[in-house]
């Protein structure tokens, strides 16, 4: 069964100090896509990567960086020098690209809280 | 190209009474799924409809809660009966049938159901 898990429920840093923001995931699949998603205190989910997973190569926009790691069914998403404004819940998810049924629905983590403090 | 439309954006309804979420998805994209965010838990599928079609409502409620996307007009969510435990954030998303995009899917801002 699919699985994403977000072991960090909150996490507090001071501004411009660096944080990283875990994601493990399950799934039998050998094709899926990992996605992060920001959900400010408005409400709404804001899309910020998708990575498929023949692509392991990290990925860095801005101050925001991105490390996938197959061999240990990780995705964790790094914020550089961060600011008040990335104060959010960071979400991490899974795409199902099975056949059938099941295609593109997405498997969310409980998300990360994150505030960050001026 | 305006993106996924939700209304409304807060709805408000005594336990009883029916609840009606509408969600317009992104032009040309023919795929809905509808989300479900309780207080404090990530989101969790409810169900995903191509027009006129359920295709999988695995995550639905069995009781009180249907969904449909017509051949025309806006994905509906319809909770009959409401219970205060049905108070959360309904998330739509659409997704294109084909094209390099079809593994992702695009938001709404969301309905936040109060229930009284």
């Known amino acids: 069964a699919q699985k994403v898990t977000q072991a960090q429920t909150e996490i507090s840093v001071v501004e411009k100090e660096d944080v990283t923001l875990d994601c493990v995931y399950e799934t039998r699949d050998t094709t899926y896509y990992l996605f992060w998603y920001k959900q400010p205190p408005s409400g709404e989910l804001v899309f910020l990567i998708r990575r498929n997973s023949f692509d392991e190569q990290n990925e860095i926009s801005g101050r925001y960086s991105w490390n996938f790691q197959k061999s240990t069914s990780s995705f964790n998403f790094t914020i550089t020098a961060s600011q008040v404004v990335d104060s959010a819940v960071y979400f991490c998810?899974?795409?199902?690209?099975?056949?059938?049924?099941?295609?593109?629905?997405?498997?969310f983590g409980r998300g990360t809280q994150l505030t960050v403090w001026p | 190209n305006a993106g996924v439309m939700q209304n409304p954006r807060h709805l408000v309804r005594r336990r009883g009474q029916e609840a009606r979420l509408r969600c317009s998805p992104m032009k040309g994209h023919s795929h809905v799924y509808w989300y479900r965010q309780l207080p404090e838990e990530g989101l969790k599928f409810m169900v995903y409809l191509q027009k006129e079609n359920i295709i999988d409502e695995s995550g639905m409620p069995k009781e009180r809660f249907s969904a449909e996307f017509p051949k025309e007009g806006p994905s509906i969510l319809r909770i009959q009966q409401v219970v205060r435990g049905d108070s959360a954030a309904y998330f739509c998303?659409?997704?294109?049938?084909?094209?390099?995009?079809?593994?992702?899917?695009?938001f709404g801002p969301g309905t936040r159901l109060t229930v009284l």
């Open positions: 998303a659409s997704s294109p049938l084909r094209g390099s995009m079809r593994h992702e899917q695009f």
């Open positions: 998810a899974l795409s199902d690209t099975g056949r059938g049924s099941t295609l593109g629905r997405l498997y």
